[in-house]
């Protein structure tokens, strides 16, 4: 476990996945976020370097996770002229773990890693393939929060009692995930991040423009798309996904 690790975005997913790597033994040299507060106090709590250049970054390890926001913010890390983690690249290795369009984007070398990062870990198929998937499991994942946000807020039109009608959720078809998630987030407008309305807007629309590349409608994952941009345009995109309740209950945003 002495391959030098390095993360370049320490939000939540990777600042999380930084600290685990960090307690099953890894060493964590450097971490840096556009937000430079961020990385600092990453860096404080599990002995890094907050670095303030990119090619800082990659000088000081040989693992480079990058956890970015879109494409843009990818490929600005790697842009060909000024800092960049391109910078002294060679012999480096880098994992991209953002929900990005596939066009953008190591897997044997780096499996010892990511099996600590993860309960089933599996090799998808060339690059781009798991970036497929990952677009495709976050726009299911998405569908679900808006048909849950849904089937709530008629349930609170209809005065029914909300608990009742989640635990009866749970015992049915309409069960999911997201209902052991979200459904009392919603309830109670409890919309503290965990993965924002607004990145659940951008990956529905990789995933939509993934089906029109490939000629096949999908009208549900599009409306779904459009209700959290919607969000997003009210100013709300800084909301969990759960806040797409905002606009289903009755006397929220209508």
């Known amino acids: 476990m002495s391959q030098k690790i390095a993360f370049v975005g320490t939000g939540r997913m990777g600042g999380n996945m930084a600290r685990r790597l ?49 494409d843009a913010a990818q490929l600005k890390v790697f842009a060909e002229t000024g800092d960049s983690l391109l910078i002294g690249a060679s ?15 190591t897997f044997d070398k780096v499996r010892p ?27 299911v994942m998405n569908i679900n929060t808006a048909g849950l946000a849904e089937g709530l807020g008629l349930g609170q039109a209809l005065g029914l009692d909300l608990d009742m009608l989640r635990e009866v959720f749970s015992q049915t078809g309409a069960n999911s ?8 987030d919603m309830q109670n407008r409890a ?15 990789i995933a939509c423009q993934l089906a029109v590349d490939c000629q096949l409608n999908l009208p549900v994952a599009k409306v779904t798309q459009a209700q959290f941009a919607r969000l997003t345009d009210l100013g709300l995109g800084g909301l969990d996904k759960s806040g797409i309740a905002e606009l289903t209950f009755r006397g929220r945003h209508s």
């Open 22 to 70: 960090k307690d099953c033994g890894y060493q964590i040299t450097a971490v840096y976020d556009a937000h430079a507060p961020l990385a600092e106090a990453l860096a404080t709590e599990i002995g890094a370097r907050a670095c303030r250049s990119l090619a800082e970054v990659t000088a000081a390890a040989e693992l480079i996770f990058t956890v970015v926001t879109d």
């Open 91 to 105: 012999g480096k290795i880098f994992v991209n773990c953002a929900t990005l369009t596939p066009k953008v984007h």
């Open 113 to 139: 890693v990511l099996e600590k990062l993860s309960t089933a870990l599996r090799y998808i198929g060339p690059t781009g393939s798991a970036a497929q998937v990952k677009a495709l499991v976050n726009m």
């Open 177 to 184: 995930q997201v209902l052991k998630t979200d459904g009392e």
């Open 191 to 205: 919309h503290d991040c965990y993965f924002s309305a607004s990145h659940a807007a951008k990956d529905s629309g």
